[in-house]
């Protein structure tokens, strides 16, 4: 018998980037409890940035994000109300005020070569009984011998499951699958993976994944996310109906919310834009793509300039701050 796939809805997380952290408590109220009438088992929200993200380098939420966790958990009836963590920005009190709000599940998100950070936030979220799962950003940064070492440490801190993500929209399906097989091959926990569609890719990148052995593929929402979005969580329903997957998703119910609770949100078309095909092409964060816009208006520069900069330097989540210095440091060179 075929292993079920577990879907990971992460619109009012990663789709936070898309709305400027925007969400209201009506929002999400609506968007949780249609998620959770589709049998979505892990339903993710904080700061698009993860817990405490809210702030002038990742952008401040409209509404405290502890008030709309509390909000969702009162829909949430079967899923797991589930928050990103990225030690340095989240602390181990934020993740116990989470908790404490409804929250029933963490991802412990790294960058892919610094597994060894989540070892005390694992251990935390094991004390307070939540499922927790070791997240590895930027995984085109290493190749899959070193991923699978760092999936490794992840799953001896405590870690439910390993989480590869392509955080840039980088990768090729090939890059996806050798990946997700050499972790499988390192750890005896389940293996999962994020994309980003910056390349158009983000539903192949996910059936790679799946056809590799992944057990939990994230999605959201028309896409709703950083860059270009992510897998699109109504097209991967159907598409893994059509291959005979099982995912327990309620497809048409997906299609419904979609259209009814998210699009009408939507600040812009998640389409593969200039601005999110440079993101990819160059291995840039998804999440800096606002933000390098933002820079380059304020020098009147090229975004595009900026992100192959960006790529160049190899500059990974956490560092926001630095895109201005980045683009100063053009508008100086271009005289």
């Known amino acids: 018998m075929e292993q079920k796939i577990q879907i990971v809805d992460t619109t009012l997380r990663d789709g936070s980037h898309a709305v400027r952290h925007s969400f209201t408590e009506e929002q999400v109220s609506a968007i949780a409890a249609g998620l959770d009438r589709c049998h979505v088992p892990l339903i993710e929200l904080s700061h698009g940035d993860g817990l405490g993200g809210s702030s002038y380098t990742y952008g401040f939420s409209k509404r405290d ?5 509390k909000a969702a958990a009162k829909q949430i009836k079967n899923g797991k109300l589930t928050v990103l963590l990225l030690p340095g920005i989240g602390t181990i009190e934020d993740l116990k005020k989470a908790h404490d709000s409804g929250a029933k599940a963490v991802r412990v998100a790294t960058h892919v070569t610094e597994a060894d950070v989540s070892a005390q936030h694992i251990e935390a979220a094991r004390k307070l009984g939540m499922m927790t799962v070791g997240f590895l950003m930027m995984t085109h940064m290493a190749e899959p011998e070193v991923i699978a070492e760092e999936a490794k440490k992840m799953e001896g801190y405590g870690a439910d499951y390993i989480n590869l993500a392509d955080s840039a929209g980088f990768l090729l399906p090939e890059d996806v699958a050798a990946r997700v097989k050499a972790v499988k091959e ?5 293996v999962g993976f994020h994309a980003h569609n910056n390349l158009n890719l983000a539903i192949a990148n996910s059936l790679a994944a799946v056809e590799a052995g992944a057990q939990y593929i994230d999605a959201t929402l028309r896409g709703l ?3 270009a979005g992510n897998t699109q969580i109504e097209v991967l329903a ?24 998210v699009e009408p949100l939507m ?3 998640q389409t593969v834009d200039n601005g999110s095909l440079m993101l990819g092409y160059a291995g840039v964060y998804s999440s800096f793509l606002l933000h390098v816009y ?3 208006k304020k020098y009147d520069l090229d975004p595009r300039d900026i992100m192959i900069e960006l790529g160049k330097r190899r500059m990974v989540g956490g560092q926001e701050d630095m895109i201005l210095s980045v683009a100063y440091q053009l508008k100086k060179q271009a005289g």
């Open 238 to 261: 159907g598409v893994l109906k059509r291959k005979g997957l099982d995912t327990g998703l309620d497809f048409y119910g997906l299609m419904d919310l979609a259209e009814r609770s």
């Open 267 to 269: 600040q812009r078309p």
């Open 65 to 69: 994000e502890f008030l709309l966790l």
């Open 186 to 190: 390192a750890v005896r926990i389940p």
């Open 294 to 296: 933002d820079a380059a």
């Open 225 to 227: 996310g950083a860059g």
